[in-house]
């Protein structure tokens, strides 16, 4: 079976706006470069994974099923622009719960690594906290922080855009 390549993709700050435990739908706002920053990648090969911590559910702000609504109607949404995203990994757990789930713990990229039988040395994690990208210090999978500013020796990019044309232009 081929290996295949993907991006690690966190959330909420990453795709859509951070409003702070977001799961209504009204609420959902891609930020500028979104689109066409999953379209790019999509185009040229890359498997699309989500992964995201979800506390809201574990600290009852939002249940199960709200989150299933929002991240279904947000995957239809990007659908209908022409975006696949191949899966969606979350964790319920607040910190406390010290699971091995929750970024910046690895237990979520693990799986989808079994999964999909990623290759990781072609692989890249795009998120806007230095958590979002914790399987780059485990592994070959390099990371862009969403940022404006250097952090941690990671490349920064303003957007997932531009983070999507450095992915591209350095493969």
């Known amino acids: 079976m081929e290996k295949s390549k993907v991006v690690f993709l ?15 739908i009204e609420k959902l ?15 040229n090969g890359y498997k699309l ?18 989150y299933e609504i929002f991240t279904n109607y947000m ?9 696949e995203i191949s899966k969606v990994y979350y964790c319920p757990h607040i910190a406390e719960d010290n699971c091995e ?11 989808a690594i079994i999964d999909y039988n990623i290759d990781l040395s072609n692989s890249y994690a795009i998120g806007d906290r230095t958590r979002d990208l914790a399987i780059c210090d485990e592994t070959d999978i390099k990371g ?5 500013e250097g952090k941690n020796g990671y490349i920064c990019k303003g957007n997932l855009l531009d983070a999507a044309k450095y992915i591209i232009n350095n493969e």
């Open 29 to 43: 706002e891609f930020l500028d470069g979104v689109i066409e920053g999953l379209k790019l990648l999509n185009n």
């Open 75 to 83: 995957l239809s949404e990007l659908s209908k622009k022409g975006v």
């Open 10 to 24: 966190d959330r909420d700050g990453t795709i859509n706006k951070d409003f702070g435990y977001v799961h209504e």
């Open 49 to 66: 994974i989500i992964v995201t911590n979800q506390s809201g559910i574990g600290r009852n702000y939002y249940n199960l099923k709200d």
């Open 144 to 148: 862009v922080l969403i940022s404006n």
């Open 101 to 111: 789930c929750r970024k910046p713990k690895s237990g979520l990229f693990y799986q």
